[in-house]
């Protein structure tokens, strides 16, 4: 009732429907929002309609060694590979986890590096010891730490939230906990610009409170590098995750993510080209359509470029 | 500014510090023992007494002890007596790999020359070819210079390093047969022909490397330029007659650096730090198979002295970004 | 000129020089420069410093035993005249003494000779306490080492020893100069950089840089023993990389002329083969690719310091049935066939080689899928409630089977895992970190030695030829477990008083026939009687040569490089 009522009212004109309006005339950005959900749907929607098992293995040997390595046909859309398992199956299995921990691990490093990156850049106070952190961790060196995280936190976690989620949370945080430090010293680069600029020191002067100075001045403006530093780190995420699984801290070995399929497929190059050419494609898909959505977002959201 | 550069160097001691001790207790609280790549027929009685004679059994206290007086007094002795042939450090025992019982330093020496040249020049290549890419992508926003240069570096961002190695490798040394596939370390270039091999074996490794730096550096460089290009003051620079050549390589390019200039102090320690995955390939064996050999053989005082210099550098290269900072945009202060 | 042609350069020269003179009439340093690859670097020449293989391996080109084990796995002399044996007088016969007899005539690399004196000194060099002598369990139960002249060394046992070859036999036990050395005895040999790297020894070449971890080059040594050899005058030791980059070098692009441990897929191994520039080789010895069974209960349930500990026998494994069906259900021809191709063998016994020593049991050649159903049927595992996994008594038979990170492995897993499924046994695959698997790090759950799961596959070799050691490991004392800070050698954690008075037969007998057949019992009760270890693959050493490099004779009982001296340009 309330809602009918509700469009009768002429709606005031809202901010977030100018974005998607100026959203929607970047070509760029609706092809790579068409290819995303593609890809979202070809891992979500995939196993229901292609229902192989991804880790089938022919337990008949002589059947086994006839489907090794078959190139793509009608029962193997994108072939076998070298235990016969069908590849199609295994990146569509592969790609929910790669796009998930693409995602996540990166959201989590950008908002980790965006907060002490302005915090520090702004705050004169936390710039030493923040940044002194951030010195720490990229000193330190990155498969130790990475091992002492696992052994440290693998089993609680296993405990507490099942095997998969928590080595899913472990991946992810691991991976979110030792990606951040770049974007945290390119924000406050940026920030303590910014902070020396007009429109800021005008803000100041009339009383803003920090936390509305960070959210309406600081962060629309650094959002540019902010969205470099997120497309390249979907990827480095997606290929971490697999560093780790061959470190035995990740998925179980038979878990096929993307980049153990690209990894694995290396060796078989020179003879299976297209081995590495579904993940590496899968991947760099991802990246992209990343990519795209989010030059088109950042000229949406600037109210300079909107409406021109 | 000089009061701010000498308040960081002193801060900077017990910052770093800090941070040995940390990595100390962290390589040594990591799963692995320095006997993992001794054969399993080696009984156990035998290993003890190969982890009580490198000292590996010692108390970690014992031994992060030990490595601060080797590091801070024992090393910098023999080098003043290489230099001044004195004779301060008195036979005392110098920081000693457990792997291959050489002094850390007499490695790192060994290695050095080829993780500069390869992986250095590599890095000035990546720099050199990312800023012009990344300032005419911004410049042309969406021109199909732009939007290739987009493709190529997201597909380069995409695809690691450990793919395009070897992929290298198949094309242009096995198909091809141009390049060599394996860094010779024991080249000296002394003449015409020893420097022409040095540039054949370098090309491949610097190739992967210089691609792999450019794609990061040019999407900082495009994404600043085309947030400063919209700017106000480029209206007015414009607006008074100045050349564009003027505008973009003078105003727009001066504004946008200090992103650039982050990543680049950021990447910088890491040439130190090698490539590890570049220098497997190649077998260029520079400091990165070294720190990577060591952590997988729990080579705690290698593991220990190469991170260490590696933290040195960078908080060395993050007072130098703050510096630049400073000079780009003078309104930045310290004090 | 680009590099290959360079390389083609070198060796035309030194065609030209030599001319078409046959190889056995070959004159030293006449070949010019051979170039090694090991992906595993060298990091130091001297093997009593770092028992690693690759450092074995390298130091062999420098530093020489008394004898070494050729091809076949047979004995040869090195430094000395004969191989001392009971007949000719050479060993006592109480067994408890044998005497070696110098070559005369030997020279050091540095020209000074070599005498009984310099043995007695690697003797002591290695018995010193503070010196942390990787191989000092060569030198076990020896109670001297005498000079009883310049060119005769004598070695007294503390009880007769049925198999003396232990001491300066093999690669792994040189014997080093006195005059060398003499200052680095107890703690001060870890300082010793300088004699750890170039060592003066008896071998064909000579250290004349030394870049640790990543590259040794050697020149023939002028004083070696054979005026005509070796044939090369420079030898390029590199390291780096991994096995299908090493092949690729000799194989594909010809930069390399030997490259050692080149285990590559099958379908690698022929790509590679086509290449028409070098060759695979392979030997086989005596070692096994495996699945070790856990006897006892590895569950996370048990506090910690109980798991995977005798009193906690395993509720399913602890069932000679369950654990004979595990190996019924394997295919080993077709893990063969995916893993190693001409680089392995079915095999099932754990001693496969020598053949005196390899029990005659091959019923685990043909998988029997239905045999094991029934097997586990027998034992009381019914699929009771229709999901395709056995259960007894409320508990699901579900087994934790882990390794180490190894693409081999993985596939080997997989497949495993397939098999297992097959006959109702749920398996959960594990895969870790070598350095930390093997690493036997107390502190860490993750090791071989914990064996916190079911079954693991991994494999054991055991230097030289006698595997009484090597059987030694399964008794019960040695079981793995907090009171001996998890250093164990026995794995499964086997307790059989049958087995170990086998061993303690064994220890006392030294008939060579008579050996052999304990041997072979104690293989069968770890094997086809007892399913303690489900031996899967006999593991040939592969490696890569240049078709331009004569001369090579894979040898798996010793180093890979032993007749570095008879290797020579193919023209």
């Not at chain 1, 509700?6 to 790579?32: C, M």
């Not at chain 1, 859309?77 to 790669?98: F, I, N, Y």
């Not at chain 2, 290009?229 to 003078?250: F, H, P």
Request: net charge neutral; hydrophobic share 45%; with cysteine.
């Amino acid at each position: 009732m309330t809602e009918t009522a509700a469009t009768l009212i002429e709606k005031p004109r809202s901010q977030w429907r100018d974005v998607w309006i100026q959203f929607r005339t970047h070509g760029g950005a609706l092809a790579g929002m068409v290819v995303f959900l593609t890809l979202i749907a070809f891992v979500t929607v995939g196993p229901l309609v292609w229902t192989v098992d991804p880790s089938y293995v022919n337990p008949d040997a002589a059947r086994m060694i006839m489907t090794r390595n078959k190139p793509p046909s009608l029962d193997w859309p994108l072939g076998t590979d070298q235990l016969g398992r069908d590849m199609l199956a295994r990146m569509m299995a592969g790609g929910r986890v790669s796009i998930a921990v693409g995602l996540v691990a990166m959201s989590i490093a950008i908002v980790l590096g965006t907060t002490v990156g302005v915090l520090a850049g702004l705050f004169k106070r936390l710039d030493g010891p923040l940044m002194r952190l951030t010195d720490l961790v990229l000193a330190l060196p990155l498969l130790p730490l990475l091992l002492v995280m696992v052994f440290l936190f693998r089993d609680a976690l296993g405990r507490a939230l099942g095997s998969e989620t928590g080595t899913f949370v472990l991946i992810v945080s691991a991976i979110g906990a030792t990606s951040w430090m770049q974007a945290a010293r390119i924000v406050r680069g940026e920030v303590l610009a910014l902070k020396e600029r007009e429109f800021v020191l005008a803000a100041r002067s009339i009383g803003t409170p920090p936390r509305r100075m960070i959210l309406r001045h600081i962060l629309p403006n650094v959002i540019s590098p902010v969205m470099v530093a997120a497309t390249l780190g979907i990827a480095s995420a997606i290929i971490t995750e697999s560093a780790l699984s061959f470190l035995g801290l990740g998925f179980p070995p038979d878990f096929p993510t993307w980049g153990r399929l690209l990894f694995e497929g290396v060796d078989y190059m020179q003879l299976y080209p297209e081995r590495v050419l579904w993940p590496g494609l899968a991947i760099s898909l991802t990246v992209l359509s990343v990519n795209y959505i989010g030059d088109g977002l950042r000229d949406a959201l600037d109210p300079r470029i909107r409406g021109r | 500014m000089l009061t701010f550069v000498i308040r960081r160097l002193l801060l900077a001691i017990p910052t770093l510090l800090l941070i040995s001790l940390v990595i100390f207790l962290l390589v040594d609280l990591a799963p692995g023992s320095p006997m993992s790549e001794i054969p399993r027929t080696v009984p156990p009685e035998v290993r003890e007494r190969m982890m009580q004679a490198m000292g590996a059994n010692e108390p970690v206290v014992v031994r992060y002890l030990l490595w601060l007086r080797q590091f801070f007094l024992v090393e910098p002795a023999y080098v003043i007596d290489s230099l001044m042939g004195t004779n301060l450090a008195g036979g005392a025992q110098r920081v000693l790999s457990w792997q291959s019982r050489m002094p850390v330093f007499d490695i790192i020496a060994q290695r050095l020359p080829q993780t500069l040249t390869v992986i250095g020049s590599a890095y000035l290549v990546g720099v050199l070819i990312a800023l012009p890419i990344g300032i005419y992508s911004a410049y042309r926003q969406y021109s199909w210079f732009d939007q290739l240069g987009t493709f190529v570096t997201m597909v380069g961002s995409s695809v690691p390093t450990f793919f395009t190695g070897v992929l290298l490798i198949i094309v242009f040394s096995v198909n091809l047969g141009w390049f060599p596939s394996i860094y010779d370390t024991t080249l000296e270039v002394t003449d015409w022909a020893s420097f022409k091999m040095q540039i054949m074996q370098m090309a491949l490794p610097v190739t992967m490397l210089a691609l792999h730096n450019a794609t990061e550096i040019s999407r900082y460089m495009r994404s600043s330029m085309l947030e400063n290009l919209g700017q106000d003051y480029v209206r007015t620079a414009r607006a008074k007659g100045m050349s564009e050549r003027v505008v973009v390589l003078k105003h727009v390019l001066r504004n946008s650096l200090i992103p650039v200039v982050t990543v680049i102090a950021l990447g910088i320690p890491t040439i130190f730090g090698g490539a590890i995955i570049a220098e497997q390939v190649f077998k260029v064996n520079g400091l990165g198979t070294a720190l990577i050999g060591a952590i997988n053989a729990s080579d705690l005082p290698t593991v220990q002295t190469l991170t260490f210099i590696f933290a040195v550098l960078i908080v060395f290269f993050n007072l130098v970004a703050d510096i630049l900072y400073g000079i780009l945009d003078p309104r930045i202060r310290y004090d | 000129m680009n590099f290959r042609t360079a390389l083609l350069g070198t060796t035309a020269a030194a065609t030209a020089f030599i001319g078409l003179a046959p190889a056995a009439h070959a004159q030293r340093a006449a070949d010019g420069n051979v170039k090694i690859l090991y992906f595993q670097a060298v990091s130091v020449m001297n093997p009593y410093m770092s028992s690693g293989t690759k450092d074995v391996h390298g130091s062999s080109l420098v530093i020489e035993p008394l004898a070494g084990f050729d091809e076949k796995g047979g004995l040869v002399p090195r430094l000395v005249t004969e191989i001392p044996s009971v007949e000719n007088g050479g060993i006592s016969k109480d067994l408890t003494t044998i005497t070696w007899k110098l070559t005369p005539g030997l020279k050091w690399s540095d020209g000074t000779p070599v005498t009984a004196d310099d043995a007695v000194f690697t003797y002591e060099y290695c018995t010193n306490a503070d010196m942390g002598c990787s191989q000092a369990a060569r030198f076990q139960g020896i109670k001297t080492v005498e000079a009883t002249d310049p060119q005769t060394i004598k070695i007294t046992f503390t009880t007769p020893k049925p198999n003396p070859f232990s001491a300066f036999v093999g690669a792994a036990s040189p014997v080093l100069q006195r005059a060398q050395f003499k200052d680095c005895v107890g703690a001060a040999a870890q300082t010793c950089t300088e004699q750890n790297t170039k060592p003066v020894g008896t071998g064909p070449f000579t250290v004349t840089d030394f870049k640790v971890n990543d590259v040794v080059q050697l020149a023939a040594n002028a004083n070696y023993r054979d005026p005509a050899k070796p044939a090369f005058a420079t030898v390029t030791l590199k390291g780096g990389g991994d096995a299908r980059a090493s092949a690729r070098a000799v194989m594909e692009t010809g930069e390399f002329d030997y490259a050692w441990n080149t285990q590559i897929n099958p379908e690698f191994q022929a790509q590679l083969a086509a290449g028409g520039k070098g060759e695979l080789i392979s030997a086989f010895s005596n070692n096994v690719e495996r699945i070790e069974l856990n006897l006892t209960d590895p569950s996370p349930d048990l506090p910690e310091g109980e798991r995977s500990q005798i009193k906690n026998p395993h509720p399913i494994l602890s069932d000679v049935r369950v654990r004979r069906a595990l190996s019924m259900a394997m295919d080993r021809q077709l893990l063969v066939d995916v893993g190693y191709g001409a680089a392995g063998k079915p095999t099932c016994n754990v001693i496969p080689a020598p053949e005196i020593y390899a029990s005659p049991n091959t019923n685990c050649h043909v998988q029997d899928i239905e045999g094991a159903k029934a097997l586990l049927e027998e034992a009381g595992w019914t699929d009771s409630n229709g999901d395709g996994i056995r259960d007894k008594d409320g508990k699901k038979l579900s087994l934790l089977f882990q390794t180490s990170v190894n693409a081999v492995r993985q596939d080997f897993q997989a497949l495993v895992k397939g098999w297992w499924t097959q006959i109702g046994v749920e398996t959960e695959l594990k895969a870790i970190e070598p350095s930390v698997f093997f690493g036997g790090d107390p502190g860490t759950p993750d090791t071989y030695q914990r064996f916190y799961a079911e079954a693991q596959l991994d494999t054991l070799d055991y230097d030289g030829t006698d595997p009484e050691a090597y059987l030694g490991q399964y008794v019960c004392a040695n079981v793995p477990g907090p009171g001996n800070g998890w250093r164990g050698t026995n794995i499964n954690r086997l307790c059989d008083p049958a087995y170990e008075k086998l061993l303690a037969d064994l220890s006392k007998t030294a008939d060579l026939n008579e050996r052999a057949k304990i041997i072979i019992s104690m293989n069968d009760l770890l094997t086809k009687d007892g399913y303690v270890s489900i031996p899967l693959v006999d593991r040939a050493r592969l490696s890569a040569k240049s078709k331009t490099l004569g001369g090579v004779v894979l040898n798996a009982w010793d180093s890979e490089l032993w007749n570095a001296s008879d290797w020579y340009r193919i023209k």
